[in-house]
């Protein structure tokens, strides 16, 4: 009867832990997985260049920048090794939502409608709304967003890049483009006369189109929207063992030093790529 009973005891310490291997949390994992669109600088890109600061992606390349260096002081305060996966901006929250990846690192805004998929943590960097105009236009001295009525404006796709553009009255609003590249190319071509972007993406794009200009406006005669981003995780794990990780090192790091390394990454894209 004790070597049953034995028997059965072992059966049952072995049957809970191929049950609890089946449920490995991602906390538990060896690597942290990390989506971002690299095609967004300075907070992320994609280039041929290997350094210090890239991580080399899934194919071919590297990726760079400032949320690149968020990412890595992540993976290392959750001692994990760090992989970064290059996805469509629109591929980012359906990508969490299905486990791909473990966390958004893209220069996201936490805004309502996101909120209701990600659980975001406090903001990361904090910045402010401006415009990208060609050099060679008068609007580069403008000082009131209201002086762009008129004017032929696009912003980026699912983003607040683009839905800010309504607060101009009489704007002529574009169709949105997927991606900074494509908006750059609209307005050298002289298809619309701006684009919105955050201040440190429009003074990463100044670094290799010298031929633009930004436009800052004055105190409450700029946008009214919120500039701050968040990393985005999965919906509830607010009270996961990752989340305050992350949560924790985000603190960890001083406003001095996210102002120091956001410009070292705003002056330090590859020239020509």
Not at 12 to 34: A, H, T
Not at 243 to 263: A, L, P, T, Y
Request: proline share 3%; glycine share 8%.
């Amino acid at each position: 009867m004790k070597k049953i009973l034995a028997f059965l005891l072992i059966a049952l310490l072995i049957s809970g832990c191929e049950s609890n291997s089946g449920n490995k949390s991602i906390d538990e994992g060896d690597v942290f997985v990390v989506g971002m669109e690299c095609n967004y600088l300075p907070f992320n890109w994609q280039t041929n260049t290997q350094s210090d600061t890239a991580v080399e992606l899934e194919g071919s390349g590297y990726a760079d920048g400032y949320d690149v260096y968020i990412a890595k002081e992540i993976a290392e305060s959750l001692d994990k090794k760090l992989v970064i996966k290059k996805l469509a901006w629109n591929g980012l929250q359906p990508a969490l939502e299905s486990g791909e990846i473990d966390a958004i690192i893209a220069g996201m805004t936490a805004d309502e409608e996101r909120e209701k998929g990600i659980d975001f943590t406090t903001p990361y960097y904090q910045s402010e709304m401006v415009m990208i105009v060609r050099g060679d236009d008068a609007s580069k001295n403008y000082t009131d967003i209201q002086q762009f009525s008129g004017k032929t404006i696009v912003g980026q796709m699912s983003t607040s890049y683009d839905t800010v553009i309504d607060q101009i009255n009489g704007v002529d609003h574009a169709t949105p483009k997927q991606s900074y590249p494509e908006m750059l190319v609209a307005l050298q071509s002289g298809e619309v006369d701006g684009i919105t972007a955050e201040l440190p993406v429009a003074q990463g794009i100044l670094e290799t189109n010298q031929d633009l200009a930004i436009v800052r406006f004055e105190q409450n005669k700029g946008f009214k929207v919120d500039t701050a981003v968040s990393i985005g995780l999965k919906e509830g794990s607010r009270n996961s063992t990752l989340f305050k990780k992350v949560q924790k090192c985000i603190d960890n790091i001083s406003s001095e030093k996210r102002n120091e390394m956001m410009g070292k990454y705003s002056s330090s894209q590859p020239k020509g790529e």
